[in-house]
């Protein structure tokens, strides 16, 4: 059934355009949610559709501009639609000790880890391509124990993704619903800093609440958590609540 949507509808006319350019049949779209918050994990929603059979799901939209619950119940449709999905998340310490555009890439490998059929290449919302596998340097050839991260099939960044093309709207949803509800659930063991209502961003009310109680583990503790100005370089990557 069709659900009231705020916007322009979306297309699969990226994902038809990247299919052709090497004749793939499963395609990939990525989008994250959280790269900007101060507390909990950056999140990567991953869907994946067959070219041959996908039907159009104009309907879909980027998840910020969905209300929680239509977002909510079109998840299982979205689930549906697409043959490989999942959420990848990486944790407030990852994100501190790898940064945040190679905690994006690790979450990201976990989502498409996920999908019950992998991609034969994707597409990423945005100007940048974090998703791919970057080149080993030395020190990651030295730890035997590192989990591996990145994708090594073709990615195409599409700056706007989520308003325009359905399989990166798609994923926005997955992840956004699902970073949602683990910021909810945090909220009952860390009430003072109103994750229910701001989902860890940078909002006054939370930035006071650090102030007055100090940080706790879910928070990013490389990133300037009490001060608007003078970001940390992964705040300055993107603070918009997505």
């Not at 006319?13 to 990525?30: C, D, F, K, M, T």
């Not at 507390?39 to 039907?55: L, N």
């Not at 976990?110 to 019950?116: G, L, P």
């Not at 860390?190 to 650090?210: L, M």
Request: proline residues 4%.
């Amino acid at each position: 059934m069709p659900r009231k949507t705020k916007g322009s509808p979306t297309t699969l006319e990226h994902e038809r355009a990247l299919a052709a350019s090497g004749s793939y049949r499963y395609v990939g779209a990525v989008d994250e949610v959280g790269r900007g918050s101060l507390a909990g994990p950056v999140s990567v929603g991953m869907v994946v559709i067959d070219i041959e059979a996908v039907t159009e799901y104009p309907e879909l939209r980027d998840s910020k501009m969905l209300e929680p619950q239509v977002r909510e119940s079109m998840v299982e449709a979205i689930r549906s639609w697409a043959v490989g999905h999942g959420v990848g998340h990486a944790t407030p310490g990852e994100i501190d000790r790898l940064g945040i555009t190679a905690a994006l890439r690790l979450a990201g490998t976990r989502a498409a880890a996920q999908c019950a059929i992998q991609a034969q290449a994707a597409l990423v919302d945005g100007s940048y391509d974090w998703l791919s596998a970057k080149e080993a340097d030395l020190f990651d050839l030295l730890e035997a124990d590192t989990e591996p991260s990145g994708l090594q099939i073709p990615v195409r960044t599409l700056i706007k993704g989520d308003m325009t093309c359905q399989a990166i709207a798609a994923a926005s949803i997955l992840a956004k619903v699902e970073r949602d509800g683990i910021m909810t659930a945090a909220a009952q063991t860390h009430p003072h800093y109103g994750w229910e209502v701001n989902k860890g961003y940078a909002t006054a009310s939370h930035r006071a609440a650090i102030t007055e109680h100090g940080p706790c583990a879910l928070h990013r503790m490389s990133w300037r958590l009490t001060s608007e100005t003078k970001k940390t370089e992964s705040e300055a990557m993107g603070s918009g609540k997505d």
